[in-house]
């Protein structure tokens, strides 16, 4: 194959992707509105009564984490006060010191039983649902009063087994990890979007 045909090849492929991440936005819209709604209320609800949310993940999930608690303690798209939020994500000596002492599987949970009080909000995220540590968490916010916003896909795995009543569950429907992970980007800026607007009003 010559270099013009590859790079038609790798344009269509490219297109491809776009066209696939389109196309599942589009249709996940449906069926997921209405459990974001729900999780921006219990986010917004947790804020404004002093409490906090409280994100965890793996790998790109991790990153996800990172990314929606920057965006509450510094800013979304308006300048507003500084919301509490904190990803369980970045201490690299209390997520060592979790794994080399006790276990991987407890690098979130014992940081939300130090940190997580009754009436915070857990956001847990696994594209597959199985993640033990993310698990974990979910299992430790139910002990302690923490309701839960799981992100998802591929039916929920395991995090769906975990979830209480009350508790909220995003799961895009899709099997592939990139497509997962593009629909939880666009729910995360969702969830920034109408935290703002349920504690400071539609912006003008």
């Not at 309701?147 to 009350?166: C, D, F, Q, W």
């Not at 429907?173 to 920034?192: K, N, Y």
Request: charged share 20%; net charge neutral; proline share 2%.
């Amino acid at each position: 194959m010559g270099h013009a045909e590859q790079g038609a090849s790798l344009e269509a492929q490219v297109a491809s992707h776009f066209a696939d991440s389109a196309r599942l936005k589009l249709d996940a819209a449906k069926l997921l509105s209405a459990p974001i709604a729900r999780g921006i209320g219990l986010m917004a609800a947790a804020l404004r009564a002093g409490g906090k949310v409280l994100a965890c993940g793996n790998g790109g999930s991790a990153a996800d984490a990172q990314h929606f608690a920057a965006e509450l303690v510094n800013r979304f798209e308006r300048e507003r006060a500084p919301l509490a939020g904190l990803a369980l994500t970045t201490d690299s000596s209390a997520l060592t010191s979790i794994a080399n002492d006790y276990s991987y599987e407890q690098v979130f949970e014992k940081q939300l039983r130090a940190l997580g009080r009754k009436g915070d909000v857990l956001l847990a995220i696994s594209t597959s649902g199985n993640s033990g540590s993310v698990v974990a968490a979910m299992q430790a916010a139910r002990e302690l009063g923490v309701a839960v916003v799981a992100l998802t896909g591929r039916g929920g795995g395991k995090m769906a087994e975990h979830l209480a009543p009350g508790d909220v569950h995003v799961c895009v429907p899709h099997a592939r990890t990139m497509r997962i992970q593009e629909v939880h980007l666009l729910v995360l800026h969702c969830l920034c979007d109408g935290i703002d607007t349920q504690l400071f009003g539609d912006q003008k």
